[in-house]
């Protein structure tokens, strides 16, 4: 039963620590002619640490208590370094997200660089950039697959014959660890479409200079928080991709009773392969 239930119990912690996170979070400056800006996108990042810390908590107790099995002793801690995995993973994407669409960081103002020479140099490197991220976040997906699943081949959890069964339930663990703080990362993607809106706004009404200043900031944090729910998207959903596969070969072998091993893309080494063998293909 506790298998059963515990993404129910996972997805309620996610909404409570979600829900925690986004009320711990407040400006603690006050902006003003000779006062710096603070940073809305840190800001928010910290409410989500919170929400991480809360998480991990949340996620560890949640293991002891549902997937503590008899036949199987210890392997909660085993499941538990699974949800470590997938919650780092989030963290990761979040971090990528942030590197590749801030303003701070070297491949937008690399963009913005070319954009002074004309239009082509800026349209060369936008796209060089953008096949240029598809590297970091392959390689995150890529080490939490194989991870997770060796975390929960190596639980304990046996067939009949003896044979490790806990791989695909360490990936799917790893999925919802992912998930745990899903509800924050989709309040961010709502941020972008209200900053817009505010500079928006400010700009029809014809406010002062300093005015625009603030929202043009808000709304480039904005454009970085959207591009962060797409990350955050994509990676868990590379995640689960891998275990719906799975689930279809099973379904593929019990309609045809035979057994599906073609091309048994359910193994992790394939599966990785397959996504680091795309990848290269836009990376270089």
């Known amino acids: 039963m506790g298998l059963i239930l515990f993404p129910l119990v996972v997805h309620t ?4 620590v979600s829900a925690v996170g986004i009320l711990s979070v407040g400006s603690t400056s006050t902006a003003g002619p000779k006062q710096p800006v603070e940073d809305p996108y840190s800001v928010m990042k910290q409410g989500y640490s919170i ?11 949640a293991c002891y208590t549902m997937l503590e099995l008899p036949e199987a002793p210890g392997c909660w801690l085993h499941f538990y370094a699974c949800g470590l995995v997938g919650i780092a993973t989030a963290y990761s994407f979040v971090w990528i997200t942030q590197y590749y669409t ?7 103002r690399s963009i913005a660089e070319a954009s002074t020479t004309g239009h082509g140099t800026n349209i060369i490197a936008g796209i060089g950039l953008g096949l240029e991220s598809t590297a970091l976040p392959t390689i995150v997906i890529s080490v ?13 959890l046996v067939d009949k014959s003896g044979e490790p069964i806990g ?9 919802m660890g992912m998930l745990s703080t899903a509800a924050y990362v989709l309040t961010m993607d709502v941020f972008g479409p209200i ?12 406010q002062p200079e300093s005015v625009r200043e603030i929202t043009d900031l808000l709304d480039a944090v904005g454009n970085t928080t959207k591009a962060t729910t797409k990350g955050y998207a994509i990676g868990s959903a590379a995640l689960a991709a891998f275990l719906l596969f799975s689930a279809y070969m099973d379904e593929v072998s019990s309609f045809t009773g035979k057994s599906f091993t073609q091309v048994d893309i359910a193994v992790p080494e394939v599966w990785i392969g397959g996504l680091l063998g795309a990848m290269l293909l836009f990376l270089f």
Do not use: C, H
């Not at 801030?102 to 937008?108: A, L, S």
């Not at 791989?167 to 999925?175: C, D, K």
């Open 102 to 108: 801030d303003y701070k960081y070297r491949p937008v």
């Open 144 to 156: 939490a697959v194989i991870t997770s699943f060796w975390l929960g081949q190596t639980s304990g």
């Open 195 to 206: 900053a817009d809106n505010a500079g928006g706004i400010v700009e029809m009404s014809q």
């Open 167 to 175: 791989g695909l339930f360490g990936t799917a663990v790893a999925t």
């Open 51 to 61: 929400s991480i810390s809360l998480a991990l908590v949340g996620f560890g107790t």
């Open 13 to 16: 912690l996610d909404l409570l």
